[in-house]
């Protein structure tokens, strides 16, 4: 894997990032490299998150294609991690819901 390779991915993502989102000074890349392949963490400004993952994740499913693409091109395997820092807006899915049955109690079924 050449330099050239390492700037292209990461430019690239930045790129695209910052013309996405509102606050592009807080977007940051950071590339790693391991047995896997490379793996691109995208950090950007909480109330952009919307703005990268898109509706249903579409735009973070474009830019995943378009990065294994890039990858392909270049003989290596490229993943991209959205950073979600703790304390996000995003709820947590819940497992112990409370339902109210009070309305079919008295069904006698």
């Known amino acids: 894997m050449t330099n050239q390779t390492q700037v292209s991915d990461k430019a690239f993502l930045e790129f695209i990032a910052k013309s996405i989102v509102s606050n592009p000074d807080a977007v940051s ?3 790693t490299v391991d047995e896997m392949g490379v793996l691109l963490t995208l950090k950007i400004d909480q109330a952009d998150m919307g703005y990268i ?3 249903k ?3 973070a499913q474009a830019l995943r294609t378009l990065l294994k693409i890039i990858g392909a ?4 395997r490229v993943n991209l991690k ?6 996000s807006r995003r709820p947590m899915a819940s497992t112990n819901v409370d339902i109210d049955t009070s309305s ?5 079924i």
């Open 53 to 55: 993952i898109g509706r």
């Open 29 to 31: 890349v950071e590339r």
């Open 104 to 108: 079919v109690d008295d069904l006698r």
């Open 73 to 76: 091109k270049n003989n290596a």
């Open 82 to 87: 959205i950073y979600e820092p703790e304390g």
């Open 57 to 59: 994740g579409q735009t």
